[in-house]
């Protein structure tokens, strides 16, 4: 089975509104860590937001805020008002298991391409 | 904070050559790089997971003689593809794990492009 699952291989968005990016995870340990990484067309995985999962609150960073709904196992990434530069693939991603500083593997989806219309 | 470098960024060899990728964590120590590879409309596959000291961990399906990982400091991690043939050409990135982070997280580099001809 998956271990993270990306629905939308692609979507187009309308320039300032916002957008939903699905992500769905499957594992049996009760401590985990959730990312987001956007790639531009450069190749660059940029981070973009972290959801611990015993985190009660939902992450945010600026425009980047994480809808994380544990019983569902998802951990949909949220982007308001969008701009033309978000235009790019995103991935979500998990940690499996305590963060032990250091030598913890990520696994990451198929990612989804956002292109954003101005 | 948190950059990580690579380079080159792009090189092409000719078949049976070998090529050397650095990556660097430019303003923090890192116990763990990670090199993936990604294919064209794809999604990272991890390769080997490099511990500064030590031998690296190599994913399964991976040739260990062929993609050579040195991990020499707290800073630097090598990957050379040995005798590269044409089905080696791809997006090699490297990323690096903080050595004190909590989370896990892994900051990458901007990647190489190999093209083997």
């Known amino acids: 089975a998956q271990k993270i699952t990306q629905t939308q291989p692609g979507m187009f968005v309308q320039e300032k509104e916002a957008v939903t990016l699905d992500c769905t995870y499957d594992?049996?340990?009760?401590?985990?860590?959730l990312f987001w990484y956007k790639q531009p067309s450069s190749g660059e995985m940029i981070f973009l937001i972290y959801q611990g999962s015993y985190d009660e609150q939902n992450a945010t960073e600026g425009r980047y805020s994480l809808n994380f709904q544990k019983a569902r196992k998802s951990a949909n990434l949220v982007i308001s008002a969008s701009q033309l530069g978000d235009s790019a693939m995103y991935f979500c991603a998990m940690r499996e298991g305590v963060s032990n500083f250091g030598n913890e593997k990520l696994t990451f989806g198929t990612g989804t391409r956002l292109t954003i219309i101005p | 904070g948190a950059v990580v470098s690579q380079h080159p960024s792009w090189v092409i060899c000719k078949s049976g050559t070998s090529v050397k990728i650095e990556c660097r964590s430019l303003d923090f120590q890192a116990t763990t790089m990670f090199w993936y590879r990604q294919f064209p409309k794809q999604s990272l596959m991890l390769m080997a997971t490099?511990?500064?000291?030590?031998?690296?961990?190599?994913e399964q399906g991976v040739e260990k003689d062929k993609f050579l990982i040195n991990h020499a400091s707290l800073t630097l991690s090598t990957l050379t593809v040995t005798s590269a043939h044409p089905e080696d050409s791809s997006f090699y990135i490297c990323?690096?794990?903080?050595?004190?982070?909590?989370?896990?997280?892994?900051?990458f580099g901007p990647g190489t492009r190999l093209t083997v001809t």
């Open positions: 594992t049996s340990d009760q401590s985990y860590g």
């Open positions: 490099s511990n500064e000291g030590s031998k690296a961990t190599y």
């Open positions: 990323s690096a794990q903080p050595q004190r982070s909590g989370l896990g997280e892994q900051y």
